[in-house]
C-alpha cells in the first residue's frame, strides 16, 4: 500500500504544478495529440498530464495485483479505465493547498470507494453472435451450459418479447431477411438497433446467446465469444472429422465464408488461375429431428461441455471439480484451434497439445497412458489393420511433430504431415470424448491425474 500511496502522492504534487504552470499541458514532451481530460463527476473535468495518466496506470496494475479476484472479471485496459474514471471526483474533492499527506489518504479512500461500487455494479449482461450451425435451421432451440443457440427468428421474437428489440425492428428486420428493401428509417435508437441486428446477423442462420454475470463488459465479450466457440467445438466432436464439420460451424465475428484467388504462371507456357471457397456457408445438413435425437442420446456429453462453459464464464472460477474442468477447457481449447489450423504441421503442435493437456503435461508417457486408460488402445497395439502402433503414433505426433517443431530443431519442415495430421486429429477426438465420458461418470472426483489411469 506503500506504493500506492507514493504514487497517489506524486500524481496530487503534478496535479498541483499544473494549475501553477498550465502551459505545461502544451508542450512536445507528450506524445498524445489531444488535451488529457479527466471526468471529475458533476458536469465537471480535470485537465491531466502523461505523467498523471501514466501513475494512474501504475496505481491501477498494483491494485489488480493485490486483489487477484479481480483478474478473471476486467480486462487490464477497462480496469485501468476504471481506475481513472475513479480518481477524477477523487482528486476534484481535495484543496490542493491542504497537506499533501491527508489528501493522498483522501484521494485513496475516495478512489476505494468508487472502485467497490463500480466493481459490484457489473450484473447480467447476455452476448448475442450470429454463427452458421446446421445446414437447415428447422431445429428447435437447445443450451450446452450458459450458451443458447436458436434460429435468427426464434432469437429475434424473443428479444422483442423481452423488450430489448422494438416490434417495428423486428418487423422491418423479417422483411429485410425475406429479401425485401427496406425504406429508410429516421434516426432514433430503434433504427440503430435494426442496423447492428441486420449487420451482426443477416449472413448467419442461427444465433448464438451467452449469460455472464459479474464481468466487466470487455472481459465478458472475451469470456462470452470462447464460451460460444466452445460450444460449438463440443457439438463438432459428435462428427466423425470435426474438423470437416467445423469447416461450416463458425462465428460470423470470427469469419465469413469468401473466395479465395489464386494465380499461377509457367514461363512461356500458360498463366493459370483458380478460386475456391474460403470455407462452407454452414455445416452439416440433418433430418427432421436429428439433432434432438443426437442431444438426447449424448446427454451425458452435453452436461459436462456445459459445465465446462460454465466454468469459462465464471467471475471466480468457483464451480464443482475446477481442476478437472481446467483440463478439458484447456484441451477443447486447443482441439478448437487445431481444427482450425490451415498449416498441417500447425495442427499437429496444436491436437498434440490437446493430448498433452489431458495427461496433465505428462509429455509422451502421460499421452499414451491417457490412450490406453480412456480409450483402450496399448502401447504395442495397431490403431487400423496394417497401421501404426499407439506408441509410434504418439512418437511421431508430440516428438517428431510437436516437440522439434515448437524447438525448431524440425528437419521435416517441408513434408507432407496431412497424413500425421488425420492421426493426430483421431486420437485427439477420442481421448477428448472418452474424457468427458470419464467426467460424467466420476462426478466425485477433481483429480485430473486420473485420466491416465
Not at 483522501?106 to 475516495?110: L, M, T, W
Given at each position: 500500500m506503500n506504493s500506492i500511496h507514493a504514487r497517489i502522492q506524486v500524481i496530487i504534487e503534478d496535479l498541483t504544478?499544473?494549475?501553477e504552470h498550465p502551459q505545461r499541458l502544451r508542450n512536445g514532451d507528450d506524445d498524445f495529440p489531444f488535451p488529457r481530460v479527466i471526468d471529475a463527476g458533476n458536469g465537471g473535468s480535470l485537465y491531466v498530464s502523461g505523467k498523471i495518466?501514466?501513475?494512474i496506470a501504475k496505481v491501477a496494475d498494483e491494485l489488480l495485483s493485490l486483489d487477484t479476484s479481480l483478474k478473471p472479471r476486467f480486462t487490464t485496459a477497462e480496469w485501468r479505465a476504471m481506475v481513472r474514471k475513479s480518481f477524477g471526483p477523487a482528486l476534484a474533492q481535495i484543496d490542493l493547498d491542504d497537506d499533501i499527506s491527508e489528501n493522498t489518504t483522501?484521494?485513496?479512500?475516495?478512489v476505494q470507494e468508487r472502485l467497490k461500487r463500480d466493481v459490484n455494479h457489473h450484473g447480467i449482461r447476455e452476448y448475442a453472435f450470429g454463427c452458421t450451425l446446421f445446414g437447415n435451421s428447422d431445429v428447435k432451440p437447445f443450451s450446452i451450459g450458459p450458451v443458447k443457440f436458436e434460429d435468427r427468428e426464434t432469437w429475434l421474437h424473443r428479444k422483442t418479447q423481452e423488450r430489448d428489440i422494438s416490434a417495428v425492428t423486428r418487423r422491418r428486420v423479417i422483411q429485410s431477411w425475406n429479401g425485401k428493401h427496406l425504406k429508410k428509417r429516421r434516426p432514433s435508437r430503434s433504427s440503430i438497433d435494426e442496423t447492428d441486428v441486420l449487420q451482426a446477423f443477416s449472413e448467419s442462420s442461427f444465433v448464438s446467446s451467452i449469460l455472464t454475470e459479474g464481468l466487466g463488459s470487455e472481459a465478458g465479450r472475451d469470456k462470452a465469444l470462447t464460451a460460444a466457440r466452445l460450444a460449438i467445438t463440443g457439438i463438432a466432436l459428435l462428427w466423425q472429422t470435426p474438423s470437416k464439420a467445423l469447416h461450416g460451424m463458425n462465428l460470423l465475428y470470427d469469419r465469413g465464408p469468401r473466395r479465395q484467388k489464386t494465380m499461377s504462371f509457367i514461363p512461356g507456357k500458360a498463366v493459370l488461375s483458380g478460386s475456391s471457397w474460403s470455407h462452407m456457408p454452414h455445416g452439416p445438413r440433418l433430418k427432421s429431428g436429428e439433432w434432438e435425437q443426437k442431444l438426447q442420446e449424448r446427454q451425458d456429453h452435453f452436461q459436462i461441455i456445459g459445465e465446462v462453459l460454465e466454468y469459462v464464464?465464471?467471475?471466480?472460477?468457483?464451480?464443482?471439480?475446477?481442476r478437472v474442468m481446467n483440463t478439458l477447457v484447456q484441451a477443447l481449447l486447443w482441439f478448437h484451434e487445431g481444427c482450425r489450423e490451415t498449416v498441417a504441421l500447425m495442427a499437429i503442435v496444436k491436437f498434440s497439445s490437446v493430448l498433452d493437456a489431458l495427461a496433465s503435461g505428462g509429455k509422451a508417457r502421460g499421452i499414451r497412458e491417457v490412450i490406453t486408460a480412456r480409450v483402450g488402445i496399448k502401447d504395442d497395439q495397431a490403431l487400423?489393420?496394417?497401421g501404426p502402433t499407439m506408441k509410434h503414433a504418439v512418437d511421431e505426433i508430440y516428438s517428431e511433430g510437436r516437440s522439434r517443431t515448437v524447438h525448431g530443431t524440425n528437419m521435416k519442415i517441408g513434408h507432407d504431415w496431412t497424413s500425421t495430421r488425420s492421426i493426430a486429429e483421431q486420437l485427439a477426438r477420442l481421448?477428448?470424448?472418452m474424457c468427458i465420458d470419464w467426467a460424467a461418470e466420476a462426478t466425485s472426483s477433481d483429480d485430473p491425474l486420473r485420466l491416465r489411469s
Open positions: 504544478e499544473l494549475q495518466d501514466d501513475y483522501q484521494v485513496f479512500a475516495k464464464v465464471s467471475p471466480s472460477g468457483d464451480v464443482a471439480r475446477p487400423w489393420a496394417d481421448c477428448l470424448i
